[in-house]
């Protein structure tokens, strides 16, 4: 598909490089980028490299990486990208029709479609992106209803992830040594699903230190976590101690995996 011309001023198009809030209310509408560009696509997958991203808005693969750098956490709060190294590389290759493909590669930074429309919204050296932005601003317009449920599920993915955080601190009054509460329990959330804690999981993903795990998760790994996450904290609140809930949870175990 033919590129689409961009006639949008300077400050209309900084309206979205300079707002998260704008970019997060516009980032469900990731079926702009066919408008505007074919986008790469890989077989059997429906994310895309760095280096395909970098081609689909024709700048360097740097860029890519620079804009990603700058804004990690507004990528990481969505699960827009992931880093995928041991398991999860592995799992990912497997997955695609073409075994050749990424043949010696040990890390892989890869975007969903969101993600690469994010990504529309921060570049400022690309005429891809103006084009995008255009469209988003100028011919785009959401429903009401299309954004009042893009909020509602934006906001309750920052309630769910805060959930087990916020009921240990203002419920648990059990015996785990203070300051180490939430450690222990996302360790029981890993043992639960996964049967290895966080330790064993980091050194499954081949992930260095301070790197996070929840990137490397699948978007249904990543469910199962924030289910386990979610019981613990319901259990918390109904006063039961860490035995009892690590108890609960091995009772329960098929039903998390």
């Known amino acids: 598909m033919a590129q689409i011309e961009a006639n949008i001023n300077d400050s209309n198009e900084m309206v979205l490089i300079e707002s998260r809030t704008l970019r997060d209310e516009h ?21 895309i490299t760095t280096d395909m991203a970098a081609a689909y808005y024709d700048v360097p693969t740097a860029t890519i990486r620079t804009a990603l750098g700058r804004n990690r956490e507004e990528f990481n709060e969505y699960g ?66 299309e954004l009042a449920i893009w909020a509602a599920q934006r906001e309750m993915t920052r309630i769910e992830r805060r959930q087990l955080t916020d009921s240990i601190k203002e419920f648990y009054q059990g015996t785990l ?36 795990l929840r990137d490397s998760l699948t978007t ?25 809930i690590k108890v609960e949870l091995e009772k329960s175990k098929e039903k998390f995996q």
């Open 177 to 212: 040594k203070k300051g180490y509460e939430y450690s222990t329990f996302t360790n029981l959330v890993y043992k639960t699903i996964f049967d290895k804690n966080a330790t064993q999981m980091k050194e499954l993903y081949e992930l260095e230190k301070g790197e996070s």
């Open 80 to 145: 827009e990208v992931r880093v995928l190294k041991g398991a999860s590389l592995k799992q990912f290759k497997s997955e695609l029709q073409d075994e050749s493909l990424f043949k010696g590669v040990n890390s892989l930074t890869v975007f969903n479609r969101r993600g690469l429309l994010r990504l529309g919204m921060l570049l400022t050296d690309s005429e891809v992106a103006k084009s995008v932005r255009h469209y988003l601003l100028n011919v785009e317009q959401g429903s009401p209803k």
């Open 220 to 244: 249904e790994d990543l469910k199962k976590v924030v289910n386990v996450e979610k019981t613990i904290a319901v259990l918390i609140q109904l006063d039961k101690d860490y035995q009892e």
């Open 27 to 47: 980032v469900f509408k990731e079926e702009v980028l066919l408008k505007v560009k074919a986008i790469p696509e890989l077989p059997g997958s429906i994310e």
